[in-house]
């Protein structure tokens, strides 16, 4: 162990930190990691998230995605980032109940960017949606061939054998798994095509797949040796942080000076980056031999910028900006453009309007921000956790103007991610400042209010929507308009969509509005908020669009209910019709919209949703939406009941209910603790949650004014998932979306004043009770 080791192990011990995770130290020992394929030995099983460079020793792997070694034990490959949602133990159940594992000898590895592995991606709510197809068909394959190999060894027809928890039986006899590659040596390997023709087994038959078992990942996390990236030490590695410019784009290095920084102990020296994919623009960073010095050295360090065009940019200026969008008819890209909107709003006997607005959000992950970074064996390895590999190793690339192929990003736990991770900007200046200094091993750590300001944030969003009206009130024709900033065009806008008239368009920042209700002619219109993209790097945050665009249709149809005498889910209920394009198809969306009708219907009966008899001020608002996309679709219906103190305008969240349709649920137990945390995320945006663009940058930078959700704040919960042998759909984003309109028709519900802007604070109920006459001072 060397000085900087020692150092580092001394502040872990003095930090409280045992020798099993913070202590663990990455030595190469003059070999490459590999992160393929899991082999036998301790490394693959003490760190499951490393899988140790060793023979292959006897190991059967029908595909990538699986292998069975001779003594029993099954490893998945994961490719999908463990944030705390438990996707290995769910994704590794799809391959184990299909191909008949015993799951107490199923391990997980979650892997490196070796490109064999395809789209490496986790968001969305998309890890079961895109694995489920492909990790039966792995598991079918493993089964299979054990039971093939199986038969031979128990002299039986493979007709009359049956595989059962990691054994193939014939009548009396059976043998496992492990002895079946240990004697017979299988190598049979199958291409996507040859799975793809495999029989699968009936959901009547599965054992593992919405049943409780547990978690693979939990023990690493409750004795220590689970390693996240923050936890990752390399020999001879230097610490990091960054000295940020006033902007996000276009600041310039004008002069540093760090006579105040030398006088830090440890201090080591500054660089100023040069990057040429344009990721971090105007940077400095400070190297120390120790984190603390390296916070201490960065503070000290005078750094003199020329500021950017978006210096003086305000929250309210994006908004605005936004709303001169809206107005001018011609901009953005038409999602949905039916023919005849024109005529029907203009036809109609009334045009009813609103608009809403979202302020900007942090992500605020537990973990901050950090990469590790160096030149090994000429491969660039870049250690952290990330949630889209995929998409930033390219960028990386280009910063440090190599081939991909010379970069390598090593997986690692995830200190929460909720769509921050998604973007890797926080791996390009590790990687910079590690070739400033030779290729030597970098840790970049962000502090809380770096992480802040460097945020990827929650773009402010203005929507407005539009119904034409009968004179019955019925809804005969529709338009949404919304206008933020632009995540997936700022990032990856290969992957953007294209509109009904051509053109591209984020589908991230507008789904949720392209609805399932039946409203005659429909326009959906999606606006580049360019000035939002240009003051911050717009990201994409826990439900993105869906945290805001539910917000906009669920509160408007309760207004428009309210406006023409009808009861809001009376009225939902009778425009959620199964037909044209809202009838669905399969294997996505099968039902359409009659399975949101059902969650709905469930949903009212559940809350009791029209009780007379609750307290003064309080009531019970509805929602229903279908969680992240329209192409997979999670029927979700939520309700709030809120209590609202009219002299202070505080509002109290006392129970949420959720009912939801997700199809076959994989994972009881993390399907119930994501609906939970994105449930608690929504509350939190609704009522807490929020920050605003002041010259240039976030406002709050850290928890001393940004208030997230507290634990006293947490309501009663109750979430159901109705039963389903459909495809399943995602579920770590669907919980948020209907909550805030829950709660903003509750607040209406209960003291008659209606909110449009998130988050609902209590000084605007006062305001609101105010203008209508029903404070008590």
């Not at 438990?86 to 799951?103: N, P, S, Y």
């Not at 493993?142 to 054998?161: D, F, I, N, Q």
């Not at 902007?247 to 030398?262: F, I, P």
């Not at 011609?330 to 045009?351: C, E, I, S």
């Amino acid at each position: 162990m060397g000085k900087l080791e020692r150092m580092a192990a001394r502040q872990d011990r003095a930090a409280g930190l045992g020798p099993t995770r913070r202590g663990f130290l990455l030595t190469a020992a003059g070999t490459s990691f590999l992160f393929g394929f899991a082999r036998p030995g301790q490394a693959a099983q003490v760190f499951p998230q490393m899988a140790a460079d060793q023979p292959a020793g006897g190991v059967f792997e029908p595909t990538i995605w699986c292998s069975i070694a001779p003594d029993g034990w099954v490893n998945v490959n994961i490719i999908r980032a463990e944030m705390g949602q438990h996707v290995g133990t769910a994704l590794a159940r799809i391959i184990a109940d299909e191909m008949e594992a015993d799951w107490n000898k199923v391990r997980i590895t979650y892997v490196d960017t070796d490109p064999k592995w395809g789209l490496m991606v986790t968001g969305g709510s998309w890890s079961v949606w895109m694995t489920w197809d492909q990790f039966r068909q792995a598991g079918a394959a493993a089964r299979t061939v054990m039971v093939e190999e199986g038969a031979k060894l128990l002299g039986a027809s493979p007709t009359a054998c049956t595989a059962r928890n990691g054994s193939v039986i014939a009548g009396e006899r059976s043998i496992t798994y492990g002895d079946i590659v240990s004697r017979a040596h299988p190598d049979r390997r199958f291409t996507p095509e040859e799975m793809a023709k495999l029989p699968l087994k009936p959901p009547a038959e599965r054992r593992l797949i919405g049943r409780d078992v547990k978690a693979l990942d939990i023990p690493s996390k409750t004795d220590g040796t689970a390693i996240y990236g923050i936890d990752a030490k390399l020999d001879g590695m230097v610490y990091a942080r960054p000295k940020l410019p006033p902007t996000r784009y276009g600041s310039k290095v004008v002069s540093v000076d760090d006579t105040e920084a030398k006088k830090v102990k440890g201090y080591i020296r500054y660089v100023v980056l040069h990057d040429p994919s344009g990721t971090v623009p105007g940077w400095v960073a400070v190297l120390a031999s120790t984190y603390p010095a390296a916070i201490r050295a960065t503070d000290a360090l005078k750094v003199t910028w020329t500021a950017g065009k978006t210096a003086n940019v305000t929250e309210s200026d994006i908004i605005e900006h936004g709303r001169k969008q809206i107005a001018d008819k011609t901009g953005g890209t038409r999602v949905f453009n039916d023919p005849g909107v024109d005529k029907a709003l203009a036809q109609a006997d009334h045009v009813f309007e609103q608009t809403y607005t979202c302020s900007s959000v942090l992500h605020y992950q537990l973990e901050p921000m950090n990469a590790l970074a160096r030149l090994h064996d000429g491969v660039w390895e870049v250690h952290c956790g990330n949630q889209w590999q995929s998409l930033f190793l390219p960028v990386i690339a280009k910063a440090l103007d190599v081939p991909e192929s010379k970069v390598v990003m090593r997986s690692y736990l995830l200190g929460g991610g909720f769509g921050r991770r998604l973007n890797g900007d926080y791996a390009v200046p590790a990687a910079l400042i590690s070739k400033a200094i030779g290729g030597k091993p970098v840790k970049l750590i962000f502090t809380r209010s770096d992480d802040a300001q460097f945020d990827s944030i929650r773009s402010p969003s203005i929507q407005t929507v539009r119904a034409g009206l009968g004179k019955d009130g019925t809804i005969n024709g529709w338009e949404h308009h919304a206008s933020a900033g632009w995540p997936t065009r700022v990032m990856a806008e290969p992957f953007m969509q294209k509109g009904e008239d051509g053109k591209p368009y984020d589908q991230f920042a507008i789904a949720g509005a392209d609805h399932w209700y039946t409203v005659g002619p429909m326009l959906v219109r999606a606006l580049d908020n360019d000035l939002a993209d240009d003051t911050f790097r717009p990201g994409w945050l826990r439900s993105v669009s869906s945290g805001w665009t539910p917000w906009a249709h669920e509160s408007f149809l309760d207004e428009v209910a309210h406006a023409t005498g009808k009861d809001p889910v009376t009225l939902r209920l009778s425009i959620l019709e199964s037909t044209g394009r809202n009838a669905g198809s399969a294997p996505d969306s099968v039902g359409g919209a009659s399975r949101q009708a059902n969650v709905l219907r469930h949903l009212a009966e559940k809350c009791g949703y029209g009780r007379t008899d609750l307290p003064k001020d309080t009531a019970i608002g509805i929602a229903t939406t279908f969680g992240q996309e329209r192409g997979m679709p999670t029927w979700t219906a939520g309700a709030a009941r809120v209590r609202v103190d009219r002299k202070t305008g505080v509002v109290v969240c006392e129970k949420i209910w959720l009912v939801l349709d997700a199809g076959t649920i994989i994972d009881p137990d993390g399907a119930i603790a994501q609906t939970e945390g994105g449930a608690l995320w929504g509350l939190s945006m609704a009522l807490f949650e929020g920050t605003e663009i002041e010259n240039g940058n976030v406002r709050d930078r850290n928890l001393n004014t940004y208030t997230p959700l507290r634990i006293a704040d947490v309501p009663e919960m109750e979430i159901e998932f109705l039963p389903s042998t459909e495809k399943p759909m995602g579920l770590g984003e669907p919980g948020v979306t209907t909550i805030a309109p829950a709660i903003g028709n509750a607040i209406f519900n209960a003291v008659g004043v209606r909110l449009r802007h998130l988050p609902i604070r209590p000084a605007d109920v006062l305001k609101a009770l105010q203008a209508k006459g029903g404070a008590t001072t």
